[in-house]
T-cell receptor, first 113, second 113 residues
Framework: ETGVTQSPTHLIKTRGQQVTLRCSSQSGHNTVSWYQQALGQGPQFIFQYYREEENGRGNFPPRFSGLQFPNYSSELNVNALELDDSALYLC????????????FGAGTRLSVL | DQQVKQNSPSLSVQEGRISILNCDYT??????FLWYKKYPAEGPTFLISISSIKDKNEDGRFTVFLNKSAKHLSLHIVPSQPGDSAVYFC????????????FGAGTILRVKS
């Protein structure tokens, strides 16, 4: 059974650019959630995808968008990057689309200069 | 507004003794609670969870206690081991609250040998 994998591990972008982060869910899981973790804080919910449909969204602007593919892998896209977008982006997968144990990947560290 | 609070930024415990990590929440719609452990450069790892219909759940050295009237939960680690040194996050979720996990800011646990 493979765990949650994220790519890339690190990324450096400049303000105004766009970025795509990728996540492969754990085998058998159909739900993917994305979180942003700023330094010294807990992860903050961005959105969740369940069976390729958005299934809940946190307090993030529309320039944060996502996709889930038929194999349940997922992408997080961020447009018009701002300095405050610098953070660790975590992907978590779970089974069922409801309150459940979510299993996390190691994250992508994004630095916006 | 912080709906899940971990008021102790850090805790230091001697090896073999008990570690007690605390968490408070404000939203009475939460009905499922989880603890995660995070090592540097890794994603959060699920430790233990508890449903609001229970007041205690035990798994090996880890026990979570839930006091719904006080909106308080705690994680007990007995006996503490140096490998337990990590950041511990409390998270809450619930059917009525959607599928997102709401995290506290974390507590750094250091177990001294």
């Amino acid at each position: 059974e493979t765990g949650v994998t994220q790519s890339p591990t690190h990324l450096i972008k400049t303000r105004g650019q766009q970025v795509t982060l990728r996540c492969s869910s754990q085998s058998g899981h159909n739900t993917v959630s994305w979180y942003q973790q700023a330094l010294g804080q807990g992860p903050q919910f961005i959105f969740q995808y369940y069976r390729e449909e958005e299934n809940g969204r946190g307090n993030f602007p529309p320039r944060f968008s996502g996709l889930q593919f038929p194999n349940y892998s997922s992408e997080l896209n961020v447009n018009a990057l701002e300095l405050d977008d610098s953070a660790l982006y975590l992907c978590a997968s779970s089974l069922g689309g409801g309150p459940d144990i979510q299993y996390f990947g190691a994250g992508t560290r994004l630095s916006v200069l | 507004d912080q709906q899940v609070k971990q008021n102790s930024p850090s805790l230091s415990v001697q090896e073999g003794r008990i570690s007690i990590l605390n968490c408070d929440y404000t939203n009475s719609m939460f009905d499922y609670f989880l603890w995660y452990k995070k090592y540097p450069a890794e994603g959060p790892t699920f430790l233990i969870s508890i449903s609001s219909i229970k007041d205690k759940n035990e798994d090996g050295r880890f026990t979570v206690f839930l006091n719904k009237s006080a909106k308080h939960l705690s994680l007990h680690i007995v006996p503490s081991q140096p490998g337990d040194s990590a950041v511990y996050f409390c998270a809450a979720s619930g059917k009525e609250y959607g599928n997102k996990l709401v995290f506290g800011a974390g507590t750094i646990l250091r177990v001294k040998s």
